[in-house]
């Protein structure tokens, strides 16, 4: 029977029918709905860690245990988790271990464009890559195999048009498989410089080993149909360039770490001219540069940002699309960034942030979109915890009276994950400043996960909930307020008066997602034509259900969810809610 | 045989929803389907686009520029930015519906006003659909993504038993109803 999966549900078939029993993630797009979808099988014991690090050294001593475990993360998310990921290199598996990394070429949904194929190399780590649905799930039950056979955590490499395309697959049978037996053995898990000199050894053997494997495996794909053209690829670059070169002769990595050097020499045997076809960085062109091959690769195409067919068609052809819009000035068409959900209860938040005029260190999540017009109220963001370690290094560059005029913002579920540890740090060294802690009771951004914060597990069943305020005077803060973002009075008000006190200080705005079930607000928003003097105080806050048109405000019904807040930013009371029918 | 069809909205418009109908209509006639979607940020009220591709093989699960046999646009605007997915002699249907991005609702740009005519002088099979009072009629704002599959449908080579099955199991179950109307409603709709 075939379905049509996309590649990040096949992963999760694939750790289904492999027999994996442990699942531990944190959620990152383009990678969680691997996780999301392992909860639904019951043979699968699955979780949500607070971040990736804690996720990958779960998921590996469970497969040190006896357990066949696997952890998801996004490219950035391995950053994280990186610490563990180069020491379980060294000690290998017992059951065996799959680390799934999604890669975001484009950046659809990152901060940067990072190949996560250098982290197999760093780490010397087994590295497959699917490049549709089918293999997705045919490799993950492979990478089982292989990191038994090999004793080796094995990574599977997505990208963000792998990960969320569907492709039609075919399912089979779970295979139960039953708990290895676990023996102590401190040589093998417990890495102390006298055990890892050994280890490290042994890791360059099992490197030759699985290059030689490599050369015989049919999760690498050779086709010769042409003596004079061919190309090397790999992943969702290679459906772009089989589609530009039909006629082509092709090498397809599936194993992309290690590469063997001879399959390459063999594919160079029998063609021509060879074009390297992978997106981001040249690793595969460094590869066949190493042993000596001659291939066109990054002179003529991009590091940055995705391929196409196209793409692809014009750098070596010439050729260029047909377009309907040929001469049209695409300029002269706005952009459409995202943009803060109509009822976000950030919206609130950055307003007043903005009406202060404080520089705001930032974080990563919806509330990133903060930064952008009209909102316009953040200064930094680099990673998942920035927001609070970022207001510290205000704090020590430019003194305690600038923290008068400076709050670090970041989500629930990014405290969590990162945050904590920056806050601890303004409190061990003797910091001022103001963290603001914005509570949405979801990880909201990767499509609602539940989280520490919020009181459910994965499964939604009740989970202990940390209580923010109990944490934040547990770690030294005494000053730690609670406010509702969509009451701009009391925001303004509790915000002042905290950049105000020289000494940490911990605001946790609550309010739940627009986007929750739970959450439902009642009537729409109408304006009162008389009241209303055009002032667009109300447009400030950039909800999109906003706009002046014909020289006057004007809500639009269908996307007005009824929060309220433009309500409370018209001095004039022109905006009223509609009496309900 | 390859259909290629572009599907072009603003995040929260159904696109998603949209697309995988249409990907499950397509397997449910034996052909092989790739369908292409946007998560995480892009789904904020931002531009969203998705691919839908069946037939005998497909290869890239992403559409070639100017090699689109249909694009399907929930929004103007939509229609014009990502137009020149069309191939020549392509089916462009469009949603009348306006949705002002941010660059316009803070007025520094603006929305260009003549878009229906631009398109309809610049492409043949070009057609625009008041998909969201139909589906309004049809019992919800929600339902344009339907409305208009529902008038796509009517010039595909898949049955309308296959894309009714198909929705049957594609909405969730409260609003399959409405869904069936909505898509009635695009169907027969006639100029």
């Known amino acids: 029977m075939k379905q049509l999966l996309l590649a990040n549900e096949a992963v999760a078939r694939g750790l289904y029918e492999a027999g994996v029993t442990v699942v531990s993630s944190y959620p990152g797009t383009p990678s969680t709905e691997i996780t999301e979808t392992a909860s639904k099988y019951e043979e699968i014991y ?51 271990f799959v680390i799934a990394v999604a890669d975001d070429p484009g950046m659809h949904s990152s901060q940067n464009e990072q190949d996560s194929r250098y982290y197999a190399q760093a780490s010397k780590i087994l590295m497959l890559e699917p490049s549709d649905s089918q293999e997705a799930k045919d490799f993950t039950k492979k990478a089982y195999e292989l990191s038994e056979e090999f004793d080796t955590p094995v990574i599977l490499r997505l990208s963000t048009r792998v990960s969320h395309s569907q492709s039609l697959t075919s399912l089979e049978d779970r295979v139960n498989v039953p708990l290895r037996e676990y023996i102590k053995n401190p040589q093998k898990n417990v890495m102390m410089p006298a055990m890892a000199r050994v280890k490290h050894g042994l890791v360059e053997q099992r490197i030759a080993k699985q290059k030689e494997y490599a050369f015989g495996s049919d999760l690498n794909q050779m086709s010769i149909k042409n003596s004079k053209i061919g190309f090397i690829s790999s992943g969702i670059a290679f459906q772009y360039a ?22 390459l020499k063999k594919f160079a045997a029998s063609v021509e001219f060879i074009y390297v076809i992978e997106e981001l960085e040249p690793i595969i062109e460094n590869a066949c540069l190493a042993c000596g091959i001659k291939v066109v690769g990054k002179e003529l195409l991009p590091v940055t940002g995705e391929y196409s067919v196209e793409l692809i068609r014009n750098r070596i052809f010439g050729d260029k699309p047909f377009s309907y819009m040929d001469g049209y000035d695409m300029a002269k068409i706005p952009k459409r960034p995202p943009v803060m959900c109509p009822g976000c209860p950030h919206r609130g938040l950055f307003h007043v942030l903005k009406k202060l005029k404080l520089t705001v260190t930032g974080d990563i999540g919806c509330y990133t979109l903060g930064a952008l017009e009209p909102l316009s109220s953040m200064d930094t963001s680099i990673c998942m915890g920035s927001g609070v370690s970022s207001l510290h290094g205000f704090n020590k560059a430019r003194g305690d009276d600038y923290m008068k005029k400076c709050v670090g913002v970041i989500g629930d579920s990014t405290f969590i994950h990162s945050g904590i540890t920056g806050l601890i740090d303004i409190v061990y060294n003797k910091g001022v400043g103001t963290v603001i802690i914005l509570d949405n009771s ?16 994965i499964s939604n069943n009740p989970a202990k909930k940390i209580d923010l305020a109990l944490l934040a005077k547990s770690i030294g803060i005494d000053r730690v307020r609670i406010i509702d973002p969509f009451n701009i009075e ?16 911990l605001i946790i705005a609550r309010r739940p997602c627009a986007l929750l079930k739970t959450v439902k607000y009642k009537g729409l928003v109408e304006v009162n034509r008389d009241k209303c003097t055009k002032c667009r105080a109300c447009m400030s806050i950039g909800c999109p259900a906003i706009s002046f048109k014909n020289n006057q405000i004007e809500i639009n019904a269908s ?23 | 045989m390859i259909k290629s069809i572009v599907i072009a ?28 979607e946007v998560h995480g940020m892009a789904q904020r009220g931002g531009s969203v686009i998705t691919y839908v591709r069946y037939g005998d093989k497909v290869i890239s699960p992403i559409i070639p520029l100017g090699e689109a ?3 399907i646009a929930f929004e103007q605007l939509e229609a014009l930015r990502w137009a020149n997915y069309l191939k020549k002699g392509g089916l462009l249907i469009s949603n009348t519906q306006k949705i002002d991005p941010m660059p316009v609702v803070t007025t520094k740009m603006e929305y260009p006003d003549d878009i229906v005519e631009f398109l309809n ?40 038993e296959v894309w009714l099955q198909a929705l049957n199991k594609i909405a969730p179950a409260k609003f399959i109803e409405l869904n069936i109307k909505a898509f009635e409603a695009g169907y027969n709709y006639w100029i």
């Open chain 1, 46 to 96: 699955t979780e949500w860690a607070p971040n990736e690090k804690v996720a990958l050294e779960v998921a590996a001593t469970s497969a040190i245990a006896g357990a066949r475990s696997f952890c998801a993360m996004k490219h950035v998310g391995l950053n994280v988790a990186a610490d563990p990921l180069f020491t379980m290199s060294y000690i290998g598996v017992n059951a065996g």
């Open chain 1, 242 to 263: 089989l589609e530009a070169l039909p006629d082509a002769s092709y090498l397809k990595l599936g194993i992309v770490y290690p590469i063997s050097e001879e399959l």
């Open chain 1, 442 to 457: 979801i990880t909201g951004m990767t499509g609602h996960q539940n989280n520490p914060l919020n009181g459910l597990d």
């Open chain 1, 490 to 505: 009391d925001s303004t008000n509790v915000i002042r008066e905290e950049v105000n006190a020289m000494e940490p200080s």
């Open chain 1, 559 to 581: 996307l007005c969810n009824g929060c309220g807040l433009c309500i409370n930013v018209c001095k004039f009371g022109a905006l009223n809610k509609k009496e309900e029918e």
């Open chain 2, 9 to 36: 909205g603003v995040g929260g418009q159904g696109t998603l929803l949209a697309s995988r109908l249409i990907g499950e209509a397509a397997t449910l006639k034996n052909y092989d389907v790739k369908v292409s």
């Open chain 2, 69 to 71: 046999d249909v694009l």
């Open chain 2, 121 to 160: 002088n610049r492409i043949d099979n070009c057609h625009f659909i008041d998909a969201l009072e139909i589906a309004v009629k049809s019992g919800s704002s929600k339902a344009v993504n339907s409305v208009l599959i529902g008038r796509m449908a009517r010039e595909s080579e898949i049955e309308k």
